[in-house]
């Protein structure tokens, strides 16, 4: 117990007395000392800053996914970024990795759509020389027709219409279709790329595989084939190439892709082809079917 002193009379009194016993003066026991401060034990709010404080931030990652993805060719490495950036649990914003796979998924299906639109486009753009041959066939027998019987009728010009009928004649066979079959043969395919012109007009049998229907252009209603042969004998099919023109005439069947073909033609030269995914240009021997027996589908 502790002695204080009365305000009153000045004597002192136990700090427990409510009023002094001397004097009956009431004793103020409301002057206690005030608490002592506890000190912050909140250690994440003391020591948090500015600098630590990144939630409002997107991550390095989720920008290097979105540049990724805006560049086109490096897309497919925005995606993965971003889907890296969003996995992850750091407190940082998204918003540049979700920015980034939109991105990323438009040209995924941009891509996607422009192989679709290829496939279904020709794979071969024929050179300037498929317009001269697009000519139907019956057409040049026409046309034949009507030299020979001009060159019936002028003697006079029969040494000048020699060169034309010889012509004309490789054009469109007059003999029957055995004594046509018994004249082709077969000619070695390097040779036919190496020194086409001395082979041009030079009858020529094939078994090959129609590999792509290939539809002419604009008011060209005619078909070209892309064929290959198989000199392995594995059914590949994936060897020489050639580009066929169809000059059949009694014959009417139809020509699909995948059939397995016995060609009878004549060599016309080298065509140039273009393929349509790489870009990169090819000669291939091209020739002129007059007799194809479908021997396989």
Known sequence: MALITCPECGKEISDKATTCPNCGAPVNTTNTPDP???PNTNYSEKYRSPQNDKSGKNSKLGITALVLSIIGCTFI???ICA???L???DGRK???SI???CVGAFWLIMVIVANLSNKSTSQVTVSESIVEESVPAQTLIAETDSEIESQVTSEVETEIETETESETVSTTPTESKDEFIASCQQIPYKDLLRNPDDYIGQRIVITAKVQQVVQGAWLDNNEYYRVQTDNDG???YMDDEYFMYDYRVDDNTKILQDDILKIYAEFSGVE???RALTGTKDEVPSIKAYYIDLIGE
């Open 36 to 38: 002592v401060p506890q």
């Open 77 to 79: 490495f925005g995606i």
């Open 83 to 85: 889907i890296i950036d």
């Open 87 to 89: 996995t992850k649990k």
């Open 94 to 96: 998204k918003t540049c």
């Open 99 to 101: 920015i980034a796979l």
């Open 234 to 236: 594995y059914d590949w």
């Open 272 to 274: 140039t082809i273009t």
